[in-house]
């Protein structure tokens, strides 16, 4: 039986409203009530629900282990820098591209879940509002669970929030210039598969008083790979 509540448990008590995670608290039992949560998913077969169902679960299953994967190497600053003591680069590659899980024998990446799941199955772009790779420059991490029955208000809401947010997406209308997060440029045909444009894109969840024209240049803001953590006071 599908089960997120645990999941849901764990994100109201240790993510704050600015989407950073506590870790430093949610290591111990905490810790452990994540794998085996992740572990009680693993006996889930996606392909048996509904497709709705299907993308909480993948986008709930990504965040979860993301989680996971921080805090067996918990404290550190970011996913990159010597992270499990290698270079940046293969830190990198370590971190998304190594297997961390397994439903009915078969192994998973982080890669795969994303890349080679969600985005192939589901060509939804507003999951890159909903997966959280631990940094600062994602998408801030939300405080509930995925639920297929309140799915596409969720990924509203994500959407809304993240275009929204000076941080990540900002029109300089003196300049005629559109500042966004690099996310937009790493995934631009995702969204080119629903709409003519970025700009025509990012308008559509913009005040209708802004008004962005074709004409305007794009720049990609730097992308902030500090861990997204919430330091215990």
Not at 53 to 62: G, T
Not at 108 to 137: M, S, W
Not at 176 to 182: H, P, V
Request: hydrophobic fraction near 35%; aromatic fraction near 14%; charge should be neutral.
């Amino acid at each position: 039986m599908l089960n997120f509540q645990p999941w849901d448990e764990l994100l109201q008590q240790y993510v704050d409203q600015q989407g950073l995670i506590n870790y430093q608290q949610m290591q111990g039992q905490s810790a452990t009530k994540l794998t085996n949560w992740l572990e009680e998913l693993s006996q889930i077969n996606p392909e048996s629900l509904d497709l709705q169902s299907q993308l909480a679960f993948w986008i709930n299953l990504y965040n979860a282990l993301v989680i996971e994967q921080i805090l067996k190497s918990y404290p550190l600053e970011s996913i990159l820098p010597n992270f499990l003591g290698v270079p940046n680069w293969l830190a990198f590659f370590k971190f998304f591209s190594r297997p961390v899980y397994k439903i009915n024998q078969q192994s998973y990446t982080l890669n795969n879940i994303e890349h080679d799941i969600i985005r192939q199955k589901y060509n939804d772009p507003r999951i890159h509002f909903a997966l959280v790779c631990a940094a600062i420059g994602c998408p801030l991490l939300r405080n509930q669970a995925y639920n297929g029955d309140r799915l596409e208000i969720q990924l509203e809401e994500d959407a809304q929030r993240f275009i929204n947010n000076p941080q990540k997406v900002f029109y300089d209308q003196g300049q005629q210039i559109l500042y966004c997060s690099k996310i937009f440029k790493w995934y631009k045909q995702d969204f080119l598969k629903v709409s003519p444009s970025l700009r025509k894109y990012i308008q559509t969840y913009l005040s209708p008083s802004i008004v962005i024209s074709e004409s305007t240049t794009i720049k990609y803001l730097n992308y902030d790979w500090h861990l997204n953590q919430r330091i215990s006071s």
